[in-house]
Nanobody, 124 residues
Framework: EVQLVESGGGLVQPGGSLRLSCVASGFTFSLYAMSWVRQAPGKGLEWVSA????????RYADSVKGRFTISRDNAKNTLYLQMNSLKPEDTAVYSC?????????????????WGQGTRVTVSS
């Protein structure tokens, strides 16, 4: 079965950095676009970033542009999210998600599988 396992979350101070990882299995990772989404306490799902199957196309939500970097290592079946200059409003559970195509779709939340997520807390 498709499995997406996130790690790397934790408590970090404002202005700090954190790198999230998502190890994928159960499908040919290199053939599919991937995404990071998040859900803050008491709020709905928010799309964060996406990357095409080969890593040639990346997209970011305006709220994280310039601070976050999405990348992937297809040889390791792993998706990454480097988060810098973290703000309290970045506090959320972050999940990786798989699209059903190789490109980043127009509707960024149209993923077909997602993981359980890893919690990120930005606080002093």
């Amino acid at each position: 079965e498709v499995q997406l396992v996130e790690s790397g979350g934790g408590l970090v101070q404002p202005g700090g950095s954190l790198r999230l990882s998502c190890v994928a299995s159960g499908f040919t990772f290199s053939l599919y676009a991937m995404s990071w989404v998040r859900q803050a306490p008491g709020k709905g799902l928010e799309w964060v970033s996406a990357i095409s199957s080969g890593g040639g196309m990346v997209r970011y939500a305006d709220s994280v542009k310039g601070r976050f970097t999405i990348s992937r290592d297809n040889a390791k079946n792993t998706l990454y999210l480097q988060m810098n200059s973290l703000k309290p409003e970045d506090t959320a559970v972050y999940s990786c998600a798989k699209y059903g195509v190789n490109y980043v779709p127009t509707s960024k939340l149209d993923y077909v599988y997602w993981g359980q997520g890893t919690r990120v807390t930005v606080s002093s």
